[in-house]
C-alpha cells in the first residue's frame, strides 16, 4: 500500500537530486578556482559557482513548495538545465573548449530566467 507521503517524497526527488549536484559543482569548481585555476579561467569559474549555487538553494526551496503543480514543474525543470548550460558553458571556457561554447550560456540564462518567471507566475497562481 502507498502513502501519500510517498508520492510526495518522490515528486521532490529529482529537485532534490539535481539541487545536491548543483551545489556539489558549484563548491569543487569554486574551490579550483581558488587553488588550482589560472588566472584567465578564474572568473569564468567564480561567475559559473555563483550561479549555479544559487539555482541549488532555489531547488531546495521549491521541492515541499505548496503553489500550483505545473509552474512548479517548470521552474524546477528550468533550474535544473539552465544552470547546467549556463555554468557548463562556462566552466567549458574555463578549461580551453573553442570559444563558440560562449554561445551557449545564454541559452542556460534564458532558462533560468523563465525558472524564476514560474516561479512568479505559481505564486501569483496560487490559491
Given amino acids: 500500500m502507498r502513502r501519500a507521503d510517498d508520492d510526495t517524497a518522490r515528486g521532490r526527488r529529482p ?4 539541487a545536491g549536484l548543483h551545489g556539489a559543482l558549484a563548491v569543487g569548481f569554486g574551490a579550483f578556482a581558488a587553488h588550482g585555476a589560472g588566472p584567465d579561467a578564474v572568473a569564468l569559474l567564480e561567475t559559473g559557482g555563483q550561479y549555479q549555487l544559487v539555482h541549488a538553494v532555489a531547488l531546495l526551496a ?3 513548495a505548496g503553489f500550483a503543480t505545473l509552474w512548479r514543474q517548470i521552474a524546477i525543470l528550468c533550474f535544473i538545465l539552465g544552470p547546467l548550460i549556463f ?3 562556462l566552466y567549458g571556457l574555463a ?4 570559444g563558440i561554447l560562449g554561445a551557449v550560456a545564454p541559452i542556460g540564462g534564458t532558462l533560468m530566467i523563465l525558472g524564476w518567471l ?3 507566475a505559481g505564486a501569483w497562481r496560487a490559491r
Fill in 15 to 18: 529537485a532534490l537530486l539535481a
Fill in 62 to 64: 521549491l521541492a515541499p
Fill in 95 to 98: 578549461f580551453g573548449a573553442p
Fill in 87 to 89: 555554468a557548463g558553458a
Fill in 118 to 120: 514560474a516561479v512568479a
